[in-house]
């Protein structure tokens, strides 16, 4: 197997799968005996920094939103992390097939097996909504049928998240033919657009067909200007006219003439079937083999692969792989700090930005010794005013530290106590930033200037900066030359 035998505290036991931007594996966390998929982005790829912002900031999003949510019918993003040149997210491990693999197949749903698909999705998705999560991107690849039968949702990269500014109003982000008409505008979108996606997919399900057929051009039109045929008009010997209705409502080019929320539309569904409801899938559908299929799975895809998946790649003659039960390489806290005491910070702060916690806390001790100026310093970070001040009240309750005195609450005030003085705090240059970056390039090769990027961003000090990228230098003895090179050694 080419790739890691370990990604932080997971072992790596095999490729899962490769997209056209990342590269999943399986692994186990030795800590609490599981089984994961770690989905990484692929370091050829994350050179250029336009891409490189772009797909970090996509993996960062996706474990924020999928981190806040707990629901079965949702794909579970347990951390987000960096280990050497790589980013990954160790996610729950499914194993199933994508509604695409179904569909790619020609697999035919009844009304049975098509009502009890659209009721788990929009149970799901309801649940996501009312925690103020929508994900912009439901379309059949992203929707898993496990071999139980049951549904999860998989890739929460592109989703908006009530308080996150990815993407704002005239920046077009989604699948072309699942897309809401207002997501081709670039206008505003809020979760309506999820339920417009999944009358989409409840429409390939009646019939087989997407609603909306075409190149990216001639879809946009279509969305945004004609109807579709009605359901029981494009197959008319499979669908009856029962669905019509709602399938008329769902895909309104209007938001306010959809439904207003995803419970109200399943149930639209129910009513209309008028009959009992299976929890999942029939044994007869489920599709429990492995699948070949030359189709490309983009890094959305990655999240939810497994080893009946058809991205499942056959391991060389004679590989061998880590043994899981050997326990993994512990994490080691910056040095100064206690791993209990940034444990408990982690978990603080994971109730505002999931599981990215764990690299903030990490990033944000290495620049420092002092609890204070550490929970200042993570502080800057989140927009939010409110959830700044419940995070900030924690240091009182931290457990094995004395309490202090009441941190100040504002971004102004926050910031303004990140960084140490003296030589080390003076402002980073461009002429630094350069000099640093062409020396970290001797270390960790092209990657070093997206590193070095990421790192002037996010400083609160020269000497900051510079732990930050020597934070990316595996070997201690070259990590050691280069502070020494750049002068914090």
């Not at 279509?222 to 669905?243: H, M, V, W, Y």
């Not at 009182?396 to 926050?414: D, Y």
């Amino acid at each position: 197997m080419s790739g890691p035998a370990r990604l932080g505290k997971y072992t790596v036991s095999e490729v899962l799968g490769k997209g056209a931007m990342g590269v999943v594996y399986k692994g186990f966390d030795p800590h609490i005996r599981r089984t994961v998929a770690l989905k990484t982005i692929r370091k050829e790829l994350i050179d250029d920094d336009q891409a490189a912002a772009t797909l970090l900031a996509r993996f960062r999003n996706e474990a924020q939103a999928a981190g806040r949510l707990s629901h079965p019918g949702i794909v579970a993003v347990y951390e987000w992390d960096e280990a050497e040149d790589l980013v990954f997210l160790a996610m729950e491990y499914v194993q199933g097939n994508s509604l695409r693999e179904y569909f790619n197949r020609g697999t035919k749903f009844d009304g049975r097996n098509a009502v009890s698909i659209m009721a788990q999705l929009l149970d799901a998705l309801h649940y996501a909504h009312e925690q103020g999560v929508w994900h912009r991107d439901i379309k059949p690849a992203n929707i898993i049928i496990m071999n139980n039968g049951k549904l999860k949702i998989a890739d929460f990269g592109i989703a908006r998240i009530d308080t996150s500014n990815l993407t704002q109003a005239g920046v077009v982000m989604g699948t072309p033919g699942y897309m809401a008409p207002e997501q081709y505008g670039g206008a505003a979108v809020d979760w309506r657009a999820d339920l417009f996606s999944a009358g989409v997919v409840l429409y390939q399900l009646l019939t087989g067909v997407r609603p909306f057929v075409g190149n990216t051009e001639t879809l946009a039109y279509k969305i945004c200007n004609e109807q579709p045929a009605l359901p029981s008009e494009a197959d008319p010997g499979r669908c009856t006219a029962q669905f019509d209705a709602v399938a008329v409502k769902a895909l309104a080019k209007n938001p306010a003439e959809r439904y207003q929320d995803a419970q109200a539309f399943r149930e639209a569904v129910l009513e209309a079937y008028a009959a009992p409801v299976s929890p999942a899938l029939s044994e007869d559908t489920i599709i429990n083999e492995p699948i070949r299929s030359s189709a490309q799975h983009e890094l959305s895809q990655p999240s939810h692969v497994s080893s009946s998946s058809p991205l499942t790649r056959s391991l060389p003659s004679g590989a061998s792989f880590p043994d899981p039960a050997k326990p993994a390489v512990q994490t080691v806290p910056p040095p100064g700090w206690d791993a209990a005491v940034l444990r408990q910070i982690e978990q603080q702060l994971n109730r505002f930005v999931g599981p990215v916690a764990r690299v903030m806390v990490k990033r944000g001790a290495t620049g420092t010794t002092d609890i204070n100026r550490l929970y200042r310093v993570i502080a800057g970070d989140l927009s939010n005013p409110e959830e700044r001040a419940k995070f900030l009240a924690g240091r009182q309750t931290l457990k094995g530290v004395p309490p202090t005195e009441v941190i100040p609450t504002t971004v102004e005030e926050a910031k303004s106590q990140r960084a140490p003085t003296g030589a080390q705090a003076a402002p980073l240059t461009p002429e630094l930033i350069a000099q640093a970056t062409q020396r970290l390039t001797t270390s960790i090769g092209p990657i070093a200037k997206v590193i070095a990027k990421r790192a002037a961003a996010q400083a609160a000090s020269r000497h900051h900066f510079y732990s930050l990228l020597a934070e990316n230098i595996t070997d201690r003895a070259e990590r050691s030359r280069f502070l020494r090179d750049v002068g914090a050694g």
